[in-house]
């Protein structure tokens, strides 16, 4: 099925996207547009996204709200959507070890208020975005694969990721719920701002548009698997439709690893940064050295098929950072995030 047939599922359909103003969530919203969705309800509470990261249509109708608000919940749900996409969550491993009530509440109990509502109302589909980052541990055989979870985990974070899935796994068994998993991995590209927490490519990209030295963890060895938004969008919109996906966890990546030295040379070469980069030491809690996917699961079941050029999407990732510097300077602070 080509993204196009994809496409046209939603055609005429409610659909329910929690914290739909961040990257992939924008991005989402607009691939949608693009068809004749009946309508589109964001349910986002701003604490990490920016209301003026999203288009105005009048399909879309964007609700300022936490998943934990249950007359919020009541109000988006009242809608009776077709398809619900969780993308909410407390955000970033740091942030949840700085806060690890707030990341059990808002991973751990706003997908439960989710997932009862969804009971209650039956959409066609439930997606919920769980984390490969998070679920496979530190010391996954590499390309990770989806049989190989780990209970062994380093955050607040990533153990509540997994109890993400968990739930989903539960309402599904138990309640016929057709739940389905998709395990993103270090998800870039326009429409997320630098910043505290923050994943590590746009705030690569501000540091050196201000020509900062990017500050490189560890020896800079270090890989990451880097996926480009479309690329996710395309695997969350097939996760909505493809009947095979039901029930199902599987990888959303690239396929392909990065080392974090690499990435930095790619940032000074793109924006043409005086600043260089330093070595830092890794954080505590990072102990994963090397992340890779095996996307073969998504591939067979989906017809998933990323097609991004690393660099083509770090050249975007900056040229929407050059296009609305006066946004992310306003939503950034009078420090304007130069850490």
Known sequence: MDSGQVLSHYNDKKILITGGAGCIGSNLVRTLLSVDPAKITVLDDFSASFPWNLPKHPLLQVIEGSVLDEQKLKQVFYENPDFVIHLAAHFANQNSIDHPETDLMVNGLGLLRVLEYSRLMEPKRVIFAGSGCSVYGSHAEIPFKEGTVSLTLDTPYQIHKLLGELYCNHYHEIFGL????????????????????????????????????????????????????????????????????????????????????????????????????????????????????????????????????????????????????????ESLGPSAGLW
Request: no cysteine.
């Open 178 to 329: 057709p739940t389905v998993i998709g395990r993103f991995f270090n998800v870039y590209g326009p429409g997320e701002v630098p910043g505290q927490y923050r994943n590590v490519i746009p705030v690569f990209m501000w540091l050196a548009m201000h020509d900062r030295p990017l500050p490189v963890m560890g020896k800079g060895e270090e890989t990451r698997d880097f996926a480009y938004v479309d690329d996710i969008v395309d695997g969350i919109l097939r996760m909505g439709v493809i009947d095979g996906a039901v029930g199902e966890a599987m990888n959303l990546a690239s396929g392909t690893e990065t080392s974090v030295r690499s990435l930095a040379d790619l940032v000074i070469e793109i924006t043409g940064s005086k600043g260089g980069w330093i070595q830092k030491p890794k954080r505590d809690w990072d102990r994963s050295n090397r992340r890779l996917a095996s996307i073969e699961k998504a591939k067979r079941i989906l017809g998933y098929n990323p097609k991004k050029d690393f660099k083509e999407g770090l050249v975007t990732v900056y040229n929407w950072l050059e296009t609305n510097r006066e946004n992310v300077v």
